[in-house]
DNA sequence: GTTCACTCCTTTCATCATTCAAGTAAATCG
DNA sequence: CGATTTACTTGAATGATGAAAGGAGTGAAC
């Protein structure tokens, strides 16, 4: 990891579809040995996949909850196993430490579903709302 | 947007450097129809980038920190620039309903630059702060 | 029923990118 | 010093892309 694979990542975050050449020419090397490097940073499992940025809104979506999951259980599987169930509305489902035990982001096309995923996760556990007004990704 | 373009769109969200005739395969047109197709996805702003999934622990940012924000004033103006000029170690910022103003996601090397990071923002919010310690991603 | 316009797709071909093999140069190590 | 490794370049073959031309299907107007 020098200062090239770091431009080169930073390259590829901006535009992962980027030819190897073009790429290449921004980090003042052969399409050929930008593959290369790529490949390494692949290998070392620092890229780990190409994907692509969506506008959730546009598919239907426009519903960004953030929730906060409290259990008092210590037994955590029948909620993991509902989120399982409804992964199409799940994001991501971040276990920490602090405020709660879980961070569950998820989105969601109504408030009906919405309604009814909260009235089926409150059969699990008990959680507080938060709902994304405005998103300021860097 | 039909079932087509939600089989493109989901093909590319696994692996957005597919070549377009690859893509083609999995929905069963010619590489240029499907690029055709991708290209209207992309003008109608559904999606949004290719971009690269990067493991951020293994390029030294293990700390994963969701703060919520918490404004006694009503002027965002000194926090939010605050977080301009630490740029670094956001990923997203996000105006919520519910509890706090903001929740503020950063990644950082050290506990020593989140802690100063956290100096830094006790001068403008209130906060509280979570740490990820395991992150599940569907 | 016919015509026109439109959309969506395919085929073909020229151009461009990728990949493989071979070779060079510098650094490392016994 | 010679052998090995690493990182890169070059050149040729293969494969992908993009532009142009054309075909098939649909719906509207007459």
Known sequence: MDATDRRIIEALQQNSRMTMKELGELVHLTGQATATRVKKLEDLGIIEGYTIRINEERIGLPIHAMITIYTTSTFHDP??????????????NYKVSGDGCYLLE?????????????????????????????????
Chains 1, 2 share one sequence.
Do not use: M
Not at 79 to 92: C, D, G, I, S, T
Not at 117 to 133: A, H, P, Q, R, T
């Open 79 to 92: 909620y993991l196993l509902f989120l399982k169930e409804h992964r199409q509305y799940v994001r991501h």
């Open 106 to 138: 998820c989105r969601f096309p109504t408030n009906q579903e919405l309604n009814a995923f909260l009235d089926g996760l409150s059969k699990y556990v008990n959680y507080k709302l938060s709902l994304v007004i405005d998103q300021n990704t860097q």
